[in-house]
């Protein structure tokens, strides 16, 4: 299978430090990824398409992923101001690469401010940045060519939608540039994207093998979490200074991420090799309990439940925030409503992005 330097995995092969071998190393392999969680997010892309296009979210759907999903209905509708939105579009990304295409989620040109929205709905729990969003800008390269406007007179706003993202208070994370000064961004994806083409390109470990369907294959990959493990089994001393300190849990933390990517690949493959009845020396597939569930519908167990003098559903309300895209009134919320005391986690400071932003000075 030969890969494709796709918009969604942008961020792998076309960063300053991405892995231009991970379009053709991870097609080698079957997807590692959870297919719940896949198919979680699949769901909710279809349904807020439909929402968008003015029809009813599937009836299956339950009440709390609707609420959610509102969030990101009711900001499109607010921001392209009555323009027409593309929803689940083809993009090709030629500048990027004649082979760089895959399917915005909304985008919508409003001509009254010159601004091109693009909009990305992202399911998961992990925080994505807008700033510096890489996939959002090999779209803004092909949706640019579109719209045929000189550059220096358009504005380019990529808006981020991450309702299941509980490490944040606002769900949208925005970053508004002038197309032109993407130029350097799209040349860099540019590049990148032909040299993962070519017969010769590079691979580089870091963020990306986390990803990577091929990574208990890959010498970088292997060879990066094998030093990484060596090096920090080795004694260090207990007085070490803040600086040095800094340092090393730097250093821990990744090279734990290297070696469970590492792991879960490796596993994968092993299972694959043992399902598909070859020996490995020292494993085999043992069976697991699973969980019980319901084959009947929720309303056939709540009568049951009725007819029984049992309680056998349970009835959430909605999440404030999602009570707030439903249009609750702020006072009314408040009443009822509290956000506890930020607890801390300690985390770690991208001092390059930091600087670019603005937020940091040399």
Not at 356 to 362: F, N
Request: aromatic share 6%.
């Amino acid at each position: 299978m030969t890969g494709k330097p796709t918009p969604s995995s942008a961020h792998n092969w076309g960063g300053q430090d991405g892995c231009t071998a991970f379009v053709s190393m991870h097609a080698k392999y079957p997807d590692l990824s959870d297919r719940t969680k896949a198919e979680e997010g699949i769901a909710a892309h279809k349904a807020a398409a439909a929402m968008l296009l003015g029809t009813p979210p599937p009836e299956e759907m339950d009440p709390e992923t609707v609420a959610k999903l509102q969030t990101y209905v009711s900001d499109v509708q607010t921001m392209s101001k009555g323009q027409e939105i593309h929803v689940e579009e083809k993009i090709t990304c030629s500048r990027i690469h004649p082979e760089s295409e895959g399917y915005i989620d909304v985008w919508s040109f409003v001509p009254e401010d010159g601004t091109l929205y693009i909009w990305d709905l992202k399911w998961g729990n992990t925080i994505v940045d807008a700033f510096e969003f890489l996939q959002g800008i090999c779209y803004a390269g092909g949706l640019l060519e579109r719209i045929g406007m000189p550059e220096h007179k358009v504005l380019v706003q990529i808006r981020i939608v991450q309702p299941n993202s509980w490490l944040t208070s606002d769900p949208i994370s925005t970053w508004t540039v002038r197309a032109e000064n993407l130029r350097p961004y799209i040349n860099q994806l540019e590049t990148a994207a032909h040299e993962a083409m070519s017969d010769s390109p590079t691979a580089r470990s870091g963020p990306q093998c986390l990803q990577c369907n091929a990574r208990h294959d890959c010498q970088t990959s292997v060879s990066a979490g094998v030093r990484m493990f060596e090096a920090a089994s080795e004694p260090t001393p207990l007085d070490l200074t803040p600086e040095a300190l800094g340092k090393q849990l730097k250093f821990v933390r990744r090279a734990c991420k290297q070696l469970e990517a590492i792991k879960a690949s490796t596993e994968q493959h092993v299972n694959s090799l043992v399902a598909a009845g070859e020996s490995v020396p020292g494993w085999e597939l043992s069976p697991q309990t699973s969980r019980e569930k319901w084959t009947a519908p929720t309303q056939i167990v709540e009568e049951l439940g009725t007819l029984l003098g049992l309680k056998l559903t349970k009835i959430a309300p909605v999440t404030p925030n999602q009570a707030r895209a439903l249009g609750i009134p702020e006072d009314l919320l408040a009443m009822y409503s509290r956000r506890p005391k930020a607890t801390y986690k300690l985390t770690e400071i991208d001092a390059k992005k930091r600087f670019r932003k603005g937020e940091l000075t040399i």
